[in-house]
């Protein structure tokens, strides 16, 4: 599992070791965090957070990071989540993990899906489940149908430890941008949240690379 420290992988780790609990079968889970915000390298997730992984009986991995990025790119998001992409699939694949689970959750597709038109002109969308390395290690989002709200709601009622620092990025984030035109929106915001989730899961049904 992806530990950003943020809300959605805590909410996911603790979902995610609920269900492991109930199989007869326990799956073994293993937390990657990957050390890079926008700042380029990074320190580890804060004490609190690593105490509660332990409490659940839940390994953690920090994961040094490959920065490979020329200085005249910066750190945007795109690049640091591609850095943080390819760590967790080399390091899964090199400890023959064959899933790894990641936070993203119902208003992410929506962001995603619209920052792509916005600013590519595409409709890149984020799929449910994609596979990697010939098939050898799958990506999967157990969070794909809830929304932030929900999540936040979640970790108050499960007493989850408070989240890591924001990323320092993440004000001037294209992401954000696309956050603020939805909310411009008002009541109606909910509405096209909701419209834009089911244009980008149809898109992905209807893919050749989600067949």
Same mark, same amino acid.
């Given at each position: 599992?992806?530990i950003?420290g ?21 799956l073994?889970?293993?937390a ?28 953690l991995i ?8 020329p200085?005249? /790119?910066?750190m ?5 989540? =591609?850095?943080?992409? *390819?760590?967790?699939?080399e #390091?899964?694949? !090199? ?9 993203h959750?119902?208003d ?47 970790a108050?009622l499960?007493?989850?430890? /408070?989240?890591a ?5 993440? =004000?001037?984030?294209? *992401?954000?941008?696309?956050? #603020?035109?939805? !909310? ?11 419209q ?16």
């Amino acid at each position: 599992m992806a530990i950003s420290g943020g809300l959605d992988s805590l909410v996911m780790a603790y979902l995610v070791g609920e269900h492991n609990r109930r199989l007869q079968r326990p799956l073994e889970l293993l937390a990657l965090h990957v050390r890079v915000d926008g700042d380029g390298a990074a320190a580890g997730l804060p004490d609190a957070i690593r105490e509660w992984l332990e409490s659940r009986s839940l390994e953690l991995i920090e994961v040094e990071p490959r920065l490979d990025i020329p200085e005249t /790119e910066g750190m945007e998001c795109f690049s640091c989540a =591609r850095i943080r992409r *390819r760590s967790l699939l080399e #390091t899964a694949d !090199a400890r023959g993990a064959s899933h790894v689970a990641l936070g993203h959750h119902a208003d992410d597709v929506v962001e995603t899906w619209l920052m792509s038109l916005m600013f590519s002109g595409t409709a890149e969308t984020m799929p449910p489940v994609r596979t990697y390395f010939g098939g050898t290690v799958t990506v999967v989002r157990p969070l794909y149908e809830l929304k932030k709200g929900e999540l936040a709601r979640l970790a108050r009622l499960a007493d989850l430890p /408070e989240p890591a620092p924001p990323c320092t990025m993440e =004000r001037s984030a294209k *992401r954000n941008k696309v956050r #603020t035109v939805l !909310a411009s929106l008002g009541r109606d915001q909910s509405l096209v949240r909701r419209q834009l989730y089911w244009a980008a899961v149809k898109q992905i049904e209807n893919s050749d690379e989600y067949h």
